[in-house]
């Protein structure tokens, strides 16, 4: 695979990260969150007052969110390179990949459908709100085992030139264990834990922003140094080798 496919992949990550918070945040006006507390006329009526900035931002952010998978892509290219013969660890976390990708798809949908006829009851559109927000923040179990795949490649990796120094496991790791707090959405309306909340929001995607951002010079570095070391030698710098005549 050449150099420049594979820092595209790359940097299909921040392009991703970047495009997805104008689209989530500066058009939808997803941030901060509807309370899970809030009433269903009060959703209702946040629907209606922002049907066009959602739906064109939920659109957006669904086009944009499928630049995680050559993101994920090229990560998972790097853990096969640690594991040589039998890249599972690289299968098993582009999987996971795939499947994070049909969630934010799905999320996206959801609150779509929440804004397409102005006439559904309001306890039907607090309910699509309801299951958008619940998978948004609740489907971390593979986002947990991609970050777990990452830090045992870093981990286990004796190469000369690791593209994945083994800070970055640990920094998988705690990106790992972030990411479970919105698994406790489900069973509270307020407080940190909730949808809204620290732990099941902001800090999950705070980290994952750090994350990406910091993935995002580990694999540009990493490439690029293994791209060079793989060179082939140029022939002006091989050595002649003086012919001799027969007989």
């Known amino acids: ?46 629907y209606a007052e922002h049907r066009t900035g959602i739906r064109v931002g ?21 853990i096969a390179r640690a594991e040589q013969r039998w890249p599972i660890l690289a299968v098993i976390q582009f ?12 999320c996206s949908m959801l609150w779509l459908a929440a804004t397409y006829r102005p006439e559904l009851d309001v306890a039907t559109i607090r309910m699509l709100n309801d299951l ?27 190469s000369p030139h690791p593209v994945f120094p083994r800070w970055v496991g640990w920094l998988c790791v705690w990106v790992a264990l972030s990411g479970c707090g919105g698994g406790f959405a489900v069973f509270v309306k307020s407080g940190p834990l909730a949808w809204n909340g620290a732990v099941g929001f902001y800090i999950p995607l705070s980290v994952f922003a750090v994350w990406m951002s ?19 030698v140029s022939a002006a710098r091989v050595p002649a080798v003086p012919m001799t005549s027969a007989g």
Do not use: N
């Open 95 to 106: 999987g996971c990949a795939l499947i994070l990708e049909v969630y934010f798809v799905l």
């Open 132 to 158: 958008g927000w619940l998978i948004f923040v609740m489907v971390f179990p593979g986002y947990v085992i991609q970050m777990l795949c990452i830090a045992v490649a870093a981990f286990t990796d004796r």
């Open 58 to 78: 939920m659109l957006l952010g669904m086009i944009a969110s499928f630049l995680i998978v050559p993101f994920f892509a090229i990560i998972s290219v790097q």
């Open 214 to 232: 910091v993935m995002t010079y580990v694999l540009h570095t990493g490439i690029s140094r293994a791209t060079d070391l793989d060179a082939p």
């Open 1 to 46: 695979m050449g150099k420049r496919v594979q820092l595209w992949c790359v940097w299909a990550g921040p392009v991703f990260l970047v495009a997805y918070a104008i689209a989530f945040w500066g058009i939808a006006g997803f941030i901060p969150p509807p309370a899970p507390s809030s009433s269903a006329a009060h959703i209702a009526a946040r």
